[in-house]
């Protein structure tokens, strides 16, 4: 298909993050243990990025926070990322995982914390607001809200918008118990399904605890299910269905993100109560998602990595006319991260094509 605008479309909203890898090539800053555990220190490190976004980025109206969660128009400048750190890390913190701070990009835990470990010895949910790792976001967060002006932004939330967010319960698992808990949904079962029972309802916990002292509403709750493509349809509706259904039931409306191939799944996400929303990643059939849930239906999806790296603007500009007509008139979101490998210079080119076409 050529890459002029389908006739029958609408031009969706295009979010645009930037990564801490991005910052530390151009800023020189060091996203180090202190960054993540000092209020003070996070709101100093993250202003100078917001600058540098504002002032050097400003026509892709980029802005710097966690790709697919935080977004610009409800990132305010009083506010201050308390314990702002990937969900399933805090979980892995709790559990024992040692932290690992990476000064030029993203953190990291020691894997696989829980692998050899009975999963009936997890600790009860409600006893993690016991644990140190919490009470220490705790106690910065009543820091920040004594010091007036200010706005603490708890863990398992990005932005002033009341969107939760944590990792899905098999994602998490994987991450936990080791990359051979995938093989678990197949030969141990069981074991598998207390150990994503456990997951979700530990988020549920944590969630409910941050929101309540931060007094936010949790409007919906993106689930950042990464691994869910990797497993078959019948397994994903087996094992990470019911947990989702649970999430959407005690927290609020799901925001599903599956950042792979997902055409495989798309029938038993349907099937899922709660589901509010998808977030999807560019090699998903958007025609099939607006078969199942119509054109009012909220999505989201991101380039492909491969594209984004190429510095093909043609190659954008053709994927983004093909993504058009097949969404239709449906409410659609086109978000991408940027890394400091991407040329900008193809990615103004294909913003500014879109522009063209609105």
């Known amino acids: 298909m050529s890459a002029g605008a389908p006739p029958s479309?609408?031009?969706?909203?295009?979010?645009?993050?930037?990564?801490?890898?991005?910052?530390?090539?151009?800023?020189?800053?060091?996203?180090?243990?202190?960054?993540?555990?000092?209020?003070?220190?996070?709101?100093?490190?993250?202003?100078?990025?917001?600058?540098?976004?504002?002032?050097?980025?400003?026509?892709?109206?980029?802005?710097?926070?966690?790709?697919?969660?935080?977004?610009?128009?409800?990132?305010?400048?009083?506010?201050?990322?308390?314990?702002?750190?990937?969900?399933?890390?805090?979980?892995?913190?709790?559990?024992?995982?040692?932290?690992?701070?990476?000064?030029?990009?993203?953190?990291?835990?020691?894997?696989?914390?829980?692998?050899?470990?009975?999963?009936?010895?997890?600790?009860?949910?409600?006893?993690?607001?016991?644990?140190?790792?919490?009470?220490?976001?705790?106690?910065?967060?009543?820091?920040?809200?004594?010091?007036?002006?200010?706005?603490?932004?708890?863990?398992?939330?990005?932005?002033?918008?009341?969107?939760?967010?944590?990792?899905?319960?098999?994602?998490?698992?994987?991450?936990?118990?080791?990359?051979?808990?995938?093989a678990d949904l197949l030969t141990e079962p069981d074991r598998a399904r207390r150990a994503m029972d456990w997951i979700t309802g530990a988020c549920i916990v944590l969630v409910r605890h941050y929101a309540a002292l931060c007094g936010i509403r949790i409007r919906d709750v993106h689930v950042g299910e990464c691994s869910s493509c990797m497993v078959g349809c019948g397994e994903w509706e087996d094992f990470v269905a019911p947990t989702l259904a649970r999430i959407g039931a005690e927290l609020g409306p799901v925001r599903l993100h599956s950042c792979g191939p997902s055409d495989h799944i798309l029938d038993a996400v349907h099937r899922i109560p709660g589901l509010h929303s998808l977030d999807l990643g560019g090699e998903t059939s958007v025609a099939r998602v607006r078969e199942l849930w119509g054109d009012a239906f909220p999505l989201s999806v991101a380039p492909p990595v491969k594209l984004l790296a190429a510095g093909d603007a043609d190659a954008l500009r053709a994927w983004t006319a093909d993504l058009l007509a097949a969404n239709g008139r449906g409410d659609l979101v086109i978000l991408y991260h940027i890394e400091p490998q991407y040329p900008l210079a193809a990615l103004r080119a294909w913003r500014a094509w879109m522009r063209e076409i609105a």
Request: a negative charge.
């Open 9 to 182: 479309r609408t031009v969706p909203k295009v979010e645009t993050s930037v990564s801490k890898a991005f910052m530390a090539d151009a800023l020189g800053v060091a996203f180090d243990e202190a960054y993540y555990f000092d209020p003070s220190v996070r709101r100093l490190v993250d202003a100078r990025c917001h600058a540098h976004a504002a002032r050097v980025l400003s026509d892709l109206d980029a802005v710097f926070t966690e790709s697919n969660l935080g977004r610009k128009d409800h990132i305010r400048p009083d506010q201050v990322l308390v314990g702002g750190i990937q969900p399933c890390l805090i979980l892995g913190m709790i559990l024992g995982a040692e932290f690992v701070p990476s000064p030029g990009g993203d953190a990291d835990i020691s894997p696989g914390c829980w692998a050899d470990r009975p999963v009936e010895d997890l600790p009860r949910p409600d006893d993690l607001l016991d644990h140190p790792v919490v009470r220490r976001f705790d106690a910065q967060i009543r820091a920040v809200q004594g010091e007036g002006g200010l706005t603490p932004v708890p863990p398992f939330f990005w932005d002033a918008s009341g969107r939760a967010a944590i990792h899905g319960a098999l994602t998490s698992a994987q991450k936990l118990l080791g990359e051979g808990f995938l």
